[in-house]
T-cell receptor
Framework: NAGVTQTPKFQVLKTGQSMTLQCAQD?????MSWYRQDPGMGLRLIHY???????DQGEVPNGYNVSRSTTEDFPLRLLSAAPSQTSVYFC???????????FGPGTRLTVL | DQQVKQNSPSLSVQEGRISILNCDYT??????FLWYKKYPAEGPTFLIS?????DKNEDGRFTVFLNKSAKHLSLHIVPSQPGDSAVYFC????????????FGQGTTLQVKP
């Protein structure tokens, strides 16, 4: 099993550009989440999904969109990137609602 | 409003000694707590968890203690090893319907040889 994979590893965007961060898991987990990690702020939940077709907002959802068309994939979209979205983004999945989450290796995003 | 707080940004201990990492929470609805460990340039990995029906959970060198009345949990690492040097995050969840985790800010542990 590859576990949770994320692409790309690194990305530099200009303000106003759009992009999609990809996340995939091969463990047949129902629950998937996106977090961002910023210095001194820990990991903050952006969006999460409890199954295909079902998504909900986390703590810091503004500026991000998600969809979940399959169990395996949970992409995160930035429609108009802003410097405040410079961060490290982690995707995670879990096989039960309150179970431990498996994290991907992260995507380091810089918005100029 | 930080619902999960790790007030010590960093901790340094000598190899072989005990490391104690602390975490406080404010939401009384939290009923499941986890500790994650993170190395640079990697994703967090699960370390140990505890349900609110328990006050202690042990796994090898790692023990988590939960004090519900004080809304406080701690992670003890005994004995500490240089390979334990990493950032440690505590996380909490409320109820069983969402799979949401709320994380603290993290504590950087350095274990000196």
């Amino acid at each position: 099993n590859a576990g949770v994979t994320q692409t790309p590893k690194f990305q530099v965007l200009k303000t106003g550009q759009s992009m999609t961060l990809q996340c995939a898991q091969d463990m047949n987990h129902e629950y998937m989440s996106w977090y961002r990690q910023d210095p001194g702020m820990g990991l903050r939940l952006i969006h999460y999904s409890v199954g295909a077709g079902i998504t909900d907002q986390g703590e810091v959802p503004n500026g991000y969109n998600v969809s979940r068309s399959t169990t395996e994939d949970f992409p995160l979209r930035l429609l108009s990137a802003a410097p405040s979205q410079t961060s490290v983004y982690f995707c995670a999945s879990s096989y039960e609602r309150r179970g431990l989450q498996y994290f991907g290796p992260g995507t380091r995003l810089t918005v100029l | 409003d930080q619902q999960v707080k790790q007030n010590s940004p960093s901790l340094s201990v000598q190899e072989g000694r005990i490391s104690i990492l602390n975490c406080d929470y404010t939401n009384s609805m939290f009923d499941y707590f986890l500790w994650y460990k993170k190395y640079p340039a990697e994703g967090p990995t699960f370390l140990i968890s505890i349900s609110s029906i328990k006050d202690k959970n042990e796994d090898g060198r790692f023990t988590v203690f939960l004090n519900k009345s004080a809304k406080h949990l701690s992670l003890h690492i005994v004995p500490s090893q240089p390979g334990d040097s990493a950032v440690y995050f505590c996380a909490a969840s409320a109820g069983s319907n969402t799979g949401k985790l709320i994380f603290g800010q993290g504590t950087t542990l350095q274990v000196k040889p």
